[in-house]
C-alpha cells in the first residue's frame, strides 16, 4: 500500500539557518498528490504545500518543495529558519484519484532556537 | 473561503460511555469526509472514508461498529466512538474534500477526547 517517511522524527537548529526536513514516499499510482502540512501546538493541521507536478518547485511563506518522481521524494526547504517555525511537519500522500485519502509521514518536529 | 467547524472541541468521557462527534463544512461542498485519530506522540491514522454516493469504508483496525459514521448530506458528517477507552484518546479530525480526484483536505480544529 502507500506509505510517506519522514527519517527525522525532531529535528532542532538555531535561527537564521537553513532548513530541510526529509520525505520520502511509495505509491502504486502514478500520479500522487504530495502534500505538507504544519501543525503548531493545540492546532489542527494546516496545507502548507501541495504539488503534483514532477521536477516543479512550489512555494509557500518562505517553505519550498520539488516533487521528483525519478527518487519518490518530496522534501521540504526553507533558506532561514525563523523562530516561530518551530512546529511538527507532516509530509502526506495522496495517490488514489477515486478515493480522497490522504496518507500521513509520522512527521517531524522542527525546533528552531534563538 | 474553506471552513471545517468541529464540535465539541474537547470532551472527557468515563471508560465504557460513546461520544458523538460533528463536523460541518462551510463555505463548500464536502464531496468526502475523512476521520483521522491523532494519539498521543503519533501519526494521523486514517478511520475512514465517506464519500457521496459510496459506502463508508473503514481502514483496518476501525470497524463500523465501534465507530459509526452518518454522512447525510454535504456539508455535515458525524461520527461517535462507542464504548470508547483509553486507547480511544486522542485528538480526532476530519478532514472535508470538494472537487474530484487527489483534491486539498481541509481539516477542522479537532475534538480532544480524554477517557477516564
Known amino acids: 500500500g502507500d506509505s510517506v517517511t519522514q527519517t527525522e522524527g525532531l529535528v532542532t537548529l538555531t535561527e537564521g539557518l537553513p532548513v530541510m526536513l526529509n520525505c520520502t514516499y511509495q505509491?502504486?499510482?502514478?500520479?500522487?498528490?504530495l502534500f505538507w502540512y504544519v501543525q503548531h501546538l493545540n492546532e489542527s493541521p494546516r496545507l502548507l504545500l501541495k504539488?503534483?507536478?514532477?521536477?516543479k518547485r512550489t512555494e509557500h511563506q518562505g517553505f519550498h518543495a520539488t516533487l521528483h518522481k525519478s527518487s519518490s521524494s518530496f522534501h521540504l526547504q526553507k533558506s532561514s529558519a525563523q523562530l516561530s517555525d518551530s512546529a511538527l511537519y507532516y509530509c502526506?500522500?495522496?495517490?488514489?484519484?477515486?478515493?480522497?485519502?490522504?496518507?500521513f509521514g509520522k512527521g517531524t518536529h522542527l525546533h528552531v532556537l534563538p | 473561503g474553506a471552513l471545517v467547524y468541529q464540535y465539541p472541541r474537547r470532551t472527557i468521557c468515563k471508560s465504557g460511555t460513546s461520544m458523538r462527534m460533528e463536523c460541518q463544512a462551510v463555505g463548500f461542498q464536502a464531496t468526502s469526509v475523512a476521520w483521522y485519530r491523532q494519539s498521543p506522540q503519533k501519526t494521523f491514522e486514517l478511520i475512514a472514508l465517506?464519500?457521496?454516493?459510496?459506502?463508508?469504508?473503514?481502514e483496518q483496525n476501525f470497524t463500523q461498529e465501534k465507530f459509526p459514521i452518518s454522512h447525510p448530506n454535504l456539508s455535515f458528517s458525524s461520527m461517535t466512538v462507542l464504548n470508547a477507552y483509553l486507547e480511544d484518546r486522542g485528538l480526532y479530525l476530519c478532514g472535508a474534500s470538494v472537487g474530484q480526484g487527489q483534491d486539498t483536505q481541509y481539516f477542522g480544529p479537532g475534538t480532544r477526547l480524554l477517557v477516564l
Open positions: 504539488s503534483f507536478t514532477d521536477n
Open positions: 502526506a500522500l495522496s495517490g488514489d484519484t477515486n478515493a480522497y485519502k490522504v496518507i
Open positions: 505509491t502504486i499510482y502514478s500520479n500522487p498528490f
Open positions: 465517506s464519500t457521496v454516493n459510496s459506502a463508508i469504508k473503514y
